[in-house]
């Protein structure tokens, strides 16, 4: 099955349904959210929208694969894809920048400061005087579940270290995957693909395992001062993007079993093993600044 | 097999140059990206006037000391409302139109690179602006904090809150897309022959744009997301009692904001750029150092931002370093007024519409400039700060600036769009107006500021009270003027004087090679570029 033409014409599409669907299903949702956020009304009421969205998501994407396996795109319609996908990975790394900006900013200056370093002595004489600033911090006031605020962390080599080196087999055995397309060894391939979800799935148990001990026993939660909040923020946007990026995975997985990709020509695998990869180095940030230094 | 057939229905409508489908069910679903930017410059000047109302009302309440007509809170709403508004709904969506109808005639291509994706990234805008705009009804009132959204003011808001975060939300997701769009247009659909050194500035302006977007765009949402959780979640972000700091919010703001400032600027100087060659009949002076001067902006935006928080209390290093940073904006900043300035000199210079609000940029812009510059001194920013002399440095930069280069392209491209010429006279007394009134509304702000009356405040010392008279008057009369824009578009889109092809005896480029008004493909096949000896800009500064 050709999935590429050598026509030189760039193919443009005529008209789609699917944006207006995905705006309409974006903005149902939201404001569901804010009906939920501003308690007008209960939690249920973005399911609507939430809906339409995976039905957009499908819709659209069909269309697109439906596309591409009869041939019509070309392989400047192809490079526009790679680029595009690139770009929004940068998109990406911006988002989770801002993050780690917020830790690295807490960390090395908004805590110290308040213990009154250099020129901020004031705020040890006057304002907390009783505060020891250190990392993890949760703030003079110790903000937190516990009386006192007291709270422990997750240590590093535990759940931690072990999803390391999940991740990091899923990165091996996702690129073992696309040597075994490459080469046209199909049934190497769809075994090391679903390795690769399983593994991503595990991820996510053991994180999901994780918050439940934190939230538990640790008396660490969202509300634990900043080292909760940097903490869940963190590890909470890189965990969805763990789970989109494993039922991405699961869907290309699907369209391997169904025949779908060339050894030369394979966009959509590449792409999500591109945003797996790009998952995989968010952790080893997370790993390194938020459990172990 | 259903291959062969699918291709040859794709190809059939391909060849079908005029398809279009009929009636709303056309603009909703469109891909192609002549309709899209169309869409983008109606919402870009509906949200124009919807901005430019919420001015009118806070220049009407400060017309006199005292309180007149509008509640504190409400006034302060209005405030941040115009910010938002004019930024994320004017002015930003205004450009990415003139990029969707320009780029791909600018570079040979025969569409956008990812059409359906232009159309859902024009399509989030109008809800988006539901969203943020339906924010100010709900109890509690809207948001009232200014544009900057600085904790922990803003995270006191009531109902708004949420709404306008999510507002946020969606618009960053569509300029996303609108970036990735261009970026991806002008690396990968430019004609055979186009190289990046023979692009037309317009274009290479855009693609730096495009990168600042894709780059703080995502920072903005986590900033505002911060935001959020602080309201709702318990997080501490910005709590000093939980170990956060209201100051990191500005920092992680502000990373944004400045590079979001020359996402503002940086396609009105490539537009300015398009335009002065033309009318002076001369080819751009310099234009390899325009490209570097942008680019170099753009790399300086990533490292000034600080400079908006000189009075935050941040140590004496930093003040030094975004300081002297900041001042380092004004070398490649100088490049380009001088080259717009050479490329004038002894040039056969002809004042149609275009080319005045082109020249009233190189001016006025250049106030903006030097006004940034005296803020850009700290101890001199600790007098400014937060003071009328702000808002008048911002508006130069942004009214006479962005917005007078989106009218002076509106009125550059408007024949090639709608095959006609527009009222000439009519269009010249909508420049002059603006441009006198502008300085009637903007330049007295100078004073006030220096003489110390603060920003964002309903009422004020009768000592600031003939000036602020003589703001709003000219403030009214420049908002009236404005609807002479509209009008004037109408009456072209309607009938007028045929354009010709090349519509401006200067013009160079391959949009002009076009018929006018320009069909709804082009460049199905790309041009040869070989056999156009003035398709793109060639540069003759080597020659």
Not at chain 1, 60 to 76: A, K, L, P
Not at chain 1, 133 to 140: A, E, I, Q, V
Not at chain 1, 224 to 230: D, L, M, R, V
Request: neutral net charge; hydrophobic residues 50%.
């Amino acid at each position: 099955m050709a999935t590429h033409t050598d026509s030189d014409k760039y193919y443009l599409p005529h008209g789609s349904p699917w944006p207006i669907v995905g705006s309409v299903a974006l903005f149902s949702t939201m404001l569901g959210a804010v009906a939920y956020l501003n308690d007008w009304l209960g939690g249920w009421i973005f399911l609507p929208g939430a809906l339409l969205l995976i039905g957009m998501f499908f819709g659209w994407f069909s269309t697109v694969i439906d596309e591409n396996q009869h041939g019509v795109y070309n392989r400047e319609v192809d490079r526009s894809f790679r680029m595009g996908m690139m770009w929004f990975i940068f998109s990406e790394v911006m988002f989770f920048a801002a993050f780690f900006g917020a830790l690295f900013y807490a960390r090395r200056l908004a805590v110290p400061w308040l213990g009154g370093e250099g020129v901020k002595v004031v705020n040890r004489l006057f304002l907390w005087p009783q505060f020891s600033p250190g990392w993890p911090s949760n703030g003079p006031e110790h903000l937190g579940p516990r009386a006192g605020g007291s709270f422990e962390v997750m240590p590093a080599f535990g759940i931690p270290a072990l999803n390391t080196i999940i991740l990091l087999t899923s990165g091996v055995t996702v690129t073992i995957a696309h040597h075994a397309l490459r080469t046209g060894r199909r049934g190497v391939l769809k075994l090391f693909l679903a390795f690769t979800f399983l593994l991503g799935f595990t991820f996510v148990s053991l994180q999901v395992h994780e918050y439940g001990e934190a939230y538990r026993e640790l008396g660490l939660r969202l509300s634990t001062g900043i080292y909760g909040s940097t903490f869940f923020m963190l590890t909470g946007f890189h965990g969805l993007h763990v789970t989109i990026g494993a039922i991405m995975l699961v869907i290309i997985w699907l369209r391997t079993l169904r025949g779908h990709f060339t050894p030369t020509h394979h966009f959509a695998f590449e792409a999500v093993s591109w945003y797996w990869h790009f998952v995989d180095v968010v952790w080893l940030g997370l790993f390194v600044f938020v459990y172990w230094l | 097999m259903a291959h062969s057939e699918h291709a040859a229905t794709a190809h059939e409508e391909h060849d079908d140059h005029d398809h279009k489908p009929k009636g709303l069910w056309r603009w909703v679903s469109t891909t192609n990206h002549k309709d899209i930017g169309t869409l983008y410059l109606i919402f870009s000047c509906t949200m124009f006037f919807v901005a430019g109302s919420f001015a009118m009302l806070i220049r009407a309440e400060l017309f006199k000391p005292g309180l007149q007509f509008l509640d504190p809170a409400l006034f302060n709403t209005f405030t941040t409302m115009h910010g938002l508004v004019m930024i994320f709904g004017a002015i930003m969506p205004g450009f990415v139109g003139l990029a969707n109808w320009m780029i791909p005639m600018q570079v040979g291509a025969p569409d956008m690179a990812l059409p359906r994706m232009n159309n859902f990234s024009f399509w989030i805008l109008p809800f988006a602006f539901t969203l943020l705009i339906g924010s100010i009804f709900v109890p509690g009132g809207g948001m009232a904090g200014g544009w900057t959204l600085y904790p922990p003011l803003s995270i006191q808001t009531g109902d708004a809150l949420p709404m306008a975060i999510f507002s946020i939300h969606l618009m960053g997701a569509s300029s996303i897309m609108g970036a990735i769009n261009i970026i991806v247009t002008i690396m990968n659909m430019r004609a055979p022959g186009m190289s990046l050194l023979r692009m037309p500035l317009f274009v290479w302006t855009w693609l730096i744009t495009a990168f600042l977007l894709i780059a703080v765009m995502p920072v903005l949402a986590g900033a505002v997301t911060m935001l959020l959780t602080d309201h709702f979640f318990g997080t501490s972000f910005f709590n000093a009692a939980g170990g956060g700091d209201p100051v990191m919010f500005q920092h992680i703001f502000w990373f944004f904001g400045h590079p979001e400032v020359y996402i503002m600027i940086l396609p009105g100087f490539g537009i300015v750029s398009e335009i002065i060659p033309t009318f002076s009949r001369k080819p751009l002076f310099g234009y390899d150092a325009m490209v570097y001067a942008t680019a170099s902006i753009a790399f300086l935006s990533f490292i000034v931002w600080a400079h908006h928080m000189f009075t935050v209390g941040l140590p004496l290093a930093s003040e030094l370093f975004f300081m002297l940073s900041t001042m380092l904006i004004a070398i490649p900043t100088g490049v380009k007024v001088f080259n717009w300035s050479a490329t004038l000199y002894r040039g056969s210079i002809s004042y149609d519409p275009p080319m005045l609000w082109a020249l009233a940029f190189l001016f006025l812009f250049s106030i903006g400039g030097f006004s940034g510059l005296m803020l850009a001194i700290a101890p001199a920013d600790f007098q400014y700060q937060d003071t009328y002399f702000v808002v008048a440095h911002f508006h130069y930069v942004l009214v006479s600036g962005a917005l007078f280069s989106i009218m002076g392209a509106v009125y550059y491209w408007l024949p090639k769009w709608t095959g006609h010429m527009y009222n000439m006279k009519l269009a010249k007394w909508h420049f002059w107006l603006s441009a006198i009134f502008f300085n009637v509304l903007f330049f007295p702000q100078h004073f006030l500021g220096l003489a110390g009356m603060p920003r964002r405040i309903p009422d004020y010392a009768t000592q600031f009270a003939d000036w602020n008279m003589v703001s709003s008057l000219g403030g009214f009369a420049f908002g009236a003027s404005q609807l002479l824009f509209p009008y004037i578009i109408w009456q072209c889109v309607r009938g007028g004087e045929k354009a010709t092809d090349r519509v401006w005896e200067g013009a160079r480029g391959l949009e002009w090679e076009l018929p006018s008004p320009a069909p709804y493909h082009t460049w199905a096949e790309a041009p040869a570029m070989a056999t156009l000896d003035h398709g793109a800009p060639v540069h003759e500064t080597h020659g």
